[in-house]
């Protein structure tokens, strides 16, 4: 028992501060991400996808129970590896964390010696991994093959989710957003660079996401100095054959004005794949536009207005002519016009202007999903070589074999958002049983990180929560029993 006797509050001096080993946790949430986890199937899923090259014999934290024990540290809110050695001891993360059942995970006990070595019973964890195995794990995950597994693990969760609301039916159609982000980093990692546009040094890395549904579907790290279409192509027209045998019957890009250009449109074109994409202006298109840009005569009304103009452009790397929209504006209180350019592969007939402009302004949506993703779990990569150039003055051994930086962020970066898709299939479930809308915050705060008490007697933990947690976790719990999923797509 920790002795607070001598603190006292100078606000209240009736306030008085004890400390008790008790089993009070503040991320009782972790049982309902594990209870996500487990409902759609993901442990089996990364027994068969994702390799560990460690010697079975010497495996104390079973590989699922280390990616489980990542994953569940970012979505309660813990980005440093670090934490795992401060939670080592919580009940909720270990009854979360553990593949064992009962209240074996709450035991701290040490396996039957056989005598010889190495032991022919296998360790049994007490608490959580530690954040050295924890960096291990990053290294065993950022071989090719694992984060490939990795990569498609995004996909996974965000099919079964929407799979499992439709008795296994694929969704008809769906819009994929594709975007760049970046990602700050405070050091020197392989990889970062100071980028000019965001006035910080970063990685910037290709996302893709569903507006509609705010799922994740796909992330690759790219170098901070990365044009925002670089390696587009390659990450997208995969993603496409993997979304449309997995989730949705037909699925179409939307993209921002960085992407359009010829060795991405002309895939898209041949695929039949529909798009919208934002065109930069450039003096051809704002000559074009110019006669435009006028407002007709009369008096101006009290709502603002918006003009559409049907017109074909070639740029000089295009192959060809292709549809593009004049969206002019009329903003309240200025004087002047607003205009900007869209493109597509649409005919006029498939998708009006209005139409097309309602399709192009959900990237919004999108870029609000990003924002949490950003906000809420805020990667952190900072994996780097450290190099010890001495130790005690003499020149140190080699017992590792060196990391490799930039696939380990790229790991890192893939486990956040698998965190964040999680999380966002118990936020979905919690707004379908409430009827109201959750930002990702809060429903950590509210949800995730309240406040509990864990009691164990005989056979059972319970978990003990304050009257307005449990009500909300009542009617999540309701939505969480009929998460079931189908595989075989339809």
Known sequence: MTDLREIRPSFNGSVRLEGRPERLTSSPGALVLREVIERLDLGAYFEEQLLDPRDPELVTHPFQELILTMVLLFGQGFRDQDDADWLRHDAAMKLAASARRGTAPLERRAPPDDGGWPSKNPPVPDGLASQPTLSRLVSALSSEHNRRGLRRSLLEVAARRLRAQRDGHRIRYVTIDLDSLPIEVHGSQEGSAYNGHYHARIFHPLIASIAETGDLLDMKLREGTAHTAAGGLDFLLPLLDQVEGKLCQVASVRIDA???????????????????ARVKNNAVLNRMAEPFLKRPPGRRPQEPRTWFYEMTYQAESWSRERRVVLVVLEREGELFLHHFWLITNWTEDQVSAED????????????????????????????????KTHY??????????????FANNEVLMLLHGLAYNVMHCARVLTEQASGQGWGLQRFRDMVLRAPARIIVHAHYATVVLGEATAALWQSLWSRLTTLHISLQPG
């Open 392 to 405: 005690r003055g003499q020149t140190p051994v080699t017992r590792t074999q060196p990391i490799k930086p």
């Open 356 to 387: 097309l402009l309602a399709m192009y302004r959900r990237r919004g949506v999108a870029e609000g999903h990003f924002g949490e993703l950003m906000s809420v779990l805020h990667p952190a990569l900072s994996s780097a070589v450290r190099t």
């Open 258 to 276: 960085g992407f359009p250009e010829e060795n991405l449109l002309a895939p898209l074109e041949q695929r039949r794949t529909g798009y919208v």
